[in-house]
């Protein structure tokens, strides 16, 4: 691949890599200063801190299969194994916290007389716990197919105690990352599409009796139901590129082209960087918070006074001006 080429991706790759790391450590961030202000933390937000701390973890371990894979140096297997196994907790845990998120909002914003939704609904908080504490019993299962199937690869391999990222064993990191994912998150993919269906019902029935009371589509209820679309669509159509980015990945390290590698790679961290993103403008707090960062950096930048309103001394001041702020409401 020509220099100029490998730079240019090298560049998307890297600014990827940090609006990834401040989009979700602002909402980190955001959530850890309302917990130390009001000692206690919404359901959601507990979702959202979580979340955003396993997407980090999720794009720094892209990065570095990236960079190993540049590499022409080899690993150990113990390098390996951790990197393998590190891929497959965020990845997890990702996927089932987004999970989680699209069924809060399927049981806050909808309004149902079913005597099970209602039941589920007066339940919320234990049935996410429920969830994730279920999951658990998926990741057991994966880690331990995974291991299985690792160990009888480095046998064949008989005393090599170590791996060249630049032969086609090493795209068995991504073969069984890939594997996982068709095997193990079926279950709450399936779960999100069927919160989406449910949601787009809903909103579809409570237009329908707004036109009959007369009344426009900018009422909150129907605003609640977009936003939450907006979040779980993008997650459906972001971790499918997610998926297809591994596979064709996969396929390009077994035939050694590394142009389509790289885009692969640029698409991956598409589904921990942007999603983040959607769930920060889908957040009041979280928006507000973002925008007075920006008018902070802003500020700084082109040297002007800040206002009083926001004069706040640094940006991490900024955020917790925010949140102690919001607690006084």
Request: glycine share 4%; with cysteine; hydrophobic share 50%.
């Given at each position: 691949?020509?220099?100029?080429?490998h730079?240019?991706?090298?560049?998307?790759?890297?600014?990827?890599f940090?609006?990834?790391?401040?989009s979700?450590?602002l909402?980190?961030?955001?959530?850890?200063?309302?917990?130390?202000?009001?000692r206690?933390?919404?359901?959601i937000?507990?979702?959202?801190?979580?979340?955003?701390i396993?997407?980090?973890?999720?794009?720094?371990?892209?990065?570095l299969?990236?960079?190993?894979n540049?590499?022409?140096?080899?690993?150990?297997?113990e390098?390996?194994?951790?990197?393998?196994?590190?891929?497959i907790?965020?990845?997890?845990?990702?996927?089932?916290?987004?999970?989680?998120?699209?069924?809060?909002?399927?049981?806050?914003?909808?309004?149902?007389?079913w005597?099970?939704?209602?039941?589920?609904?007066?339940?919320?908080?234990?049935?996410?716990?429920?969830?994730?504490?279920?999951?658990?019993?998926?990741?057991?299962?994966?880690?331990?197919?995974t291991a299985?199937t690792?160990?009888?690869?480095?046998?064949q391999?008989?005393?090599?105690?170590s791996?060249n990222p630049?032969?086609?064993?090493?795209?068995?990191?991504?073969?069984?990352?890939?594997?996982?994912?068709?095997?193990?998150?079926?279950?709450?993919?399936?779960?999100?599409?069927?919160a989406?269906?449910?949601?787009i019902?809903?909103?579809?029935?409570?237009?329908?009796?707004?036109?009959?009371?007369?009344?426009?589509?900018?009422?909150?209820?129907?605003?609640?139901?977009?936003?939450?679309?907006?979040?779980?669509?993008?997650?459906?159509?972001?971790y499918?590129?997610?998926?297809?980015?591994?596979?064709?990945?996969?396929?390009?390290?077994?035939?050694h082209?590394e142009?389509?590698h790289?885009i692969?790679?640029i698409?991956?961290l598409?589904?921990?960087?942007?999603?983040?993103?959607?769930?920060?403008?889908?957040?009041?707090?979280?928006?507000?918070?973002?925008?007075?960062?920006?008018?902070?950096?802003?500020?700084?930048?082109?040297?002007?006074?800040?206002p009083?309103t926001?004069?706040?001394?640094?940006?991490?001041?900024?955020?917790?001006y925010?949140a102690?702020?919001?607690?006084?409401?």
């Amino acid at each position: 691949m020509e220099p100029v080429l490998h730079s240019i991706f090298t560049i998307v790759v890297v600014a990827e890599f940090i609006l990834g790391n401040l989009s979700n450590g602002l909402i980190v961030l955001k959530n850890c200063i309302d917990w130390v202000n009001k000692r206690d933390l919404s359901t959601i937000d507990q979702i959202l801190t979580i979340l955003a701390i396993c997407r980090m973890s999720l794009i720094w371990e892209t990065l570095l299969v990236w960079v190993k894979n540049q590499s022409v140096s080899s690993i150990t297997r113990e390098e390996f194994k951790i990197i393998l196994f590190s891929c497959i907790l965020s990845s997890h845990f990702s996927v089932w916290l987004t999970t989680a998120l699209s069924i809060f909002y399927l049981l806050t914003i909808v309004h149902c007389s079913w005597k099970i939704f209602l039941y589920l609904k007066w339940r919320l908080k234990q049935l996410i716990v429920g969830i994730l504490l279920g999951s658990l019993a998926f990741l057991f299962a994966n880690l331990m197919q995974t291991a299985i199937t690792v160990e009888e690869w480095l046998y064949q391999y008989g005393g090599n105690t170590s791996v060249n990222p630049m032969g086609t064993e090493f795209a068995l990191l991504t073969e069984l990352i890939l594997f996982n994912m068709t095997m193990f998150s079926v279950t709450p993919f399936s779960l999100a599409l069927i919160a989406f269906l449910l949601l787009i019902f809903s909103l579809w029935k409570h237009l329908q009796k707004m036109q009959l009371n007369s009344r426009g589509h900018g009422d909150p209820s129907a605003k609640a139901h977009m936003n939450a679309l907006r979040i779980i669509v993008s997650f459906l159509l972001l971790y499918t590129m997610y998926f297809l980015s591994l596979l064709i990945s996969w396929i390009s390290q077994k035939r050694h082209n590394e142009l389509v590698h790289i885009i692969c790679v640029i698409t991956e961290l598409m589904y921990p960087s942007a999603h983040s993103f959607i769930l920060i403008l889908g957040n009041s707090k979280l928006k507000q918070t973002s925008f007075l960062v920006l008018r902070q950096l802003r500020c700084r930048l082109k040297g002007q006074s800040i206002p009083t309103t926001y004069d706040i001394q640094t940006t991490g001041c900024c955020v917790f001006y925010i949140a102690k702020k919001s607690m006084w409401k």
